[in-house]
């Protein structure tokens, strides 16, 4: 180590180590976190080490403990589930589940986003192996059409999809004659949870859209909310977030890795 302390911060470059103060290393976690809001110190540690920093994942705690760099953290409260809908159920099909490729599962959920006169109501789809946000839709009315807009984005995106599991919860949109019958048609097999402690991953996804976009930006209207979500599902959370589930990769990078068969440690998930 040259005589440096291992807990030391370095930034390389052109063969050059220089040490950072505190005041630069926090200065650069604020910069992440100014992006990715819910970050704690692993997955700063891994945004910093993408940009050639090497730091002490001990150092980068402390750091962060100092300065009050903690993850932003907010509570769900407005329902989008009506599972009371006399409409057929189906069976959790993920229990026990082992998922290693792409277009295995699909997993669904509607959250909402505040706005000065009501809400607005985001359907989102991703692929459970990569994370990837794979179809959305975006209304002013919470209804069926909303997510059949979303997994029809879904279905003109993604190949080979026959087969492939679509997890929901037992709402009445996802439930609605319609969307089944595009499920069917596509050749998916219909899967649903209970609750939301049988669609963690989408409860997950959620919780990530409202720390790192939704709280940060206080829309007010319908228009600021149709500039923003889709950037942000698109640029940043399919193109640049990392996810550790999948070595700390984005759901882009992780996908490209795996069609090229580069990934060393392919992780296999079991449910």
């Not at 200065?27 to 110190?41: A, K, L, P, V």
């Not at 550790?244 to 449910?271: C, H, M, N, W």
Request: overall charge positive; some cysteine; glycine content about 6%.
């Amino acid at each position: 180590m040259i005589g440096l302390s291992r807990s030391s911060f370095y930034y390389r470059k052109q063969g050059c180590a220089t040490r950072l103060t505190d005041q630069e290393l926090r200065d650069r976690i604020e910069r992440i976190q100014e992006e990715f809001s819910s970050y704690g110190y692993r997955r700063v540690d891994e945004q910093l080490r993408k940009s050639g920093v090497v730091v002490n994942g001990k150092r980068i705690r402390r750091v962060m403990r100092e300065h009050g760099l903690y993850p932003i953290a907010w509570k769900r409260s407005v329902k989008t589930t009506e599972s009371r809908n006399g409409l057929k159920g189906y069976p959790n099909l993920l229990k026990n589940l082992t998922v290693d490729g792409l277009n295995q599962v699909w997993v669904a959920d509607i959250t909402y986003i505040a706005i000065r006169d009501g809400f607005v109501y985001l359907a989102a789809m991703l692929d459970l192996f990569s994370r990837r946000v794979v179809g959305w839709a975006l209304s002013r009315r919470l209804d069926r059409e909303l997510c059949l807009v979303a997994l029809r984005m879904a279905l003109s995106q993604r190949q080979g999809v026959a087969g492939c599991i679509h997890h929901s919860d037992r709402g009445v949109q996802y439930a609605s004659r319609d969307y089944i019958a595009l499920l069917e048609q596509n050749h998916l097999r219909i899967s649903c949870a209970k609750g939301s402690h049988e669609n963690t991953h989408m409860e997950s996804f959620n919780k990530t859209l409202k720390y790192e976009e939704v709280h940060l930006w206080n829309y007010e209207t319908f228009r600021d909310v149709l500039d923003r979500i889709p950037y942000f599902l698109e640029a940043v959370y399919n193109r640049k977030r990392l996810h550790s589930s999948i070595g700390y990769r984005s759901p882009e990078e992780f996908e490209a890795a795996f069609t090229q068969k580069t990934i060393a440690d392919l992780p296999v998930l079991k449910l």
